[in-house]
């Protein structure tokens, strides 16, 4: 291995892989100075808090940087609007670590550092994500839990050894990665597919059986496909994300337990909470059935898919994946109005949709109407299917 020196800044999440890094990066690699860099983009004030007082203490310098609005308005607001989804969750973590790769690399940049690392595994999705935009910069990429091959139950030792306080034990090794738009829960007996998850890794929701029984009407309005107001209440994206993720937490809603095909090809088992996301993604797409042409929304089913993908693995900064944006951009220009939903055991309902922009036209197809003479479609059915019909008059013919 390659001695280093000088300074390196490592993106840091307070958890127990980021936290043995820090000593790593002296004693294996030999840098002189660790700086720490922790960025908020939704995690609980108390992760935050403790990731920064560990942060202090640990490392040469510590940096602090709230990215939260940053994070709903420029990250998660993109992705409504592409109806942003992996295989079938919301993507969250995927979302944040661009932004968060990108103000490491502010740091490194004013620190003068020479290079930048990370606690990602070579197993893992993250470490591409996080290399890409790194090395995007020009930086030099350090990685100690992938470079060094090491194991859970290695690192909760080696804390040990080093007196880092961490918050996981061998009994409950489980690796919780948050923003405001997702949490997810991996690691330990929840990798085995057939393990029934406990009720203690979920913090978001309510178990959908202990919901209230009672179901909860909200309405969602929305401006350009971003949603602006929560029950006709302006607010601002990161205030309106949390206060969904409350409201639609507490109806169980927004849990997925599921097989992931990572990047690399490997299938893992991922358990994920997206009380907001889940609500937000229906409303938005629902809405859209109303404002876009049908020509439209089949395109955009293509494009939404592609862009979930490359989202999902990090590349914001691939070519196509601003020209896709610039297309959802255009068709979102109409989607304006206001959605209603009801929230109820672990599941969200759509009641009604209405958009200035909308066209469906009560004129053109109430049965009580005489707007469209109905005589005028004759001419086209005789025309419809023509080919196929002809098809299937020679199958009916006697050879």
């Known amino acids: 291995m ?15 892989d980021t936290s043995i890094c820090i000593p790593l990066l002296k004693e294996k690699y030999g840098f002189s100075r660790v700086v720490t860099v922790v960025v908020h983009v939704g995690q609980r004030e108390g992760e935050i808090a403790s990731a920064n007082e560990r942060g202090r203490l640990l490392a040469d310098r510590h940096y602090s940087i709230d990215a939260r609005e940053t994070f709903a308005n420029d990250f998660v607001f993109p992705a409504i609007r592409a109806n942003g989804s992996y295989e079938g969750y919301p993507m969250g973590t995927s979302l944040a670590r661009p932004l968060i790769a990108g103000e490491v690399v502010k740091v490194a940049a004013k620190e003068g550092a020479s290079a930048i690392a990370h606690g990602c595994t070579g197993k893992g999705n993250d470490q591409l994500r996080f290399d890409f935009i790194i090395r995007a910069e020009g930086y030099e990429v350090i990685a100690p839990i992938r470079e060094l091959n090491l194991t859970r139950e290695w690192e909760i030792d080696y804390a040990a050894d080093r007196g880092i306080q961490v918050p996981v034990i061998k009994e409950r090794p489980w690796s919780m990665d948050e923003n405001c738009w997702s949490r997810s829960i991996e690691g330990g007996a929840l990798e085995d597919p057939a393990f029934h998850p406990p009720e203690e890794i979920y913090e978001w929701t309510l178990s959908p059986q202990d919901a209230p029984d009672a179901p909860e009407d909200i309405t969602i309005g929305f401006l350009k496909g971003v949603p602006i107001s929560l029950d006709g209440k302006e607010m601002g994206g990161y205030d309106l994300i949390q206060a969904l993720n409350t409201l639609a937490g507490k109806h169980g809603i927004g849990r997925n337990d599921m097989i992931e095909d990572r990047i690399l090809g490997l299938k893992a ?91 469906y036209s009560d004129e053109l197809v109430s049965f009580d109407t005489t707007v469209l003479d109905q005589c005028h479609a004759i001419g086209v059915s005789h025309y419809y299917g023509l080919q196929a019909r002809l098809v299937q008059q020679k199958k009916m013919k006697p050879s």
Request: hydrophobic content about 40%.
């Open 2 to 16: 390659k001695k280093q020196e000088g300074t390196v800044v490592l993106a840091y999440s307070g958890g127990l």
């Open 269 to 359: 088992r991922e358990n994920y909470e997206h009380p907001a996301a889940t609500v937000l993604l229906a409303a938005h797409h629902d809405l859209e059935r109303l404002v876009l042409t049908r020509n439209e929304l089949s395109f955009k089913q293509i494009v939404d898919e592609r862009w979930s993908e490359l989202a999902y693995m990090g590349l914001v900064h691939e070519p196509l994946f601003h020209a896709l944006n610039a297309f959802i951009n255009t068709t979102q220009e109409r989607v304006n109005g206001v959605v209603d939903c009801r929230l109820y055991k672990g599941s969200v309902t759509i009641l009604g949709r209405h958009s200035p922009d909308a066209i």
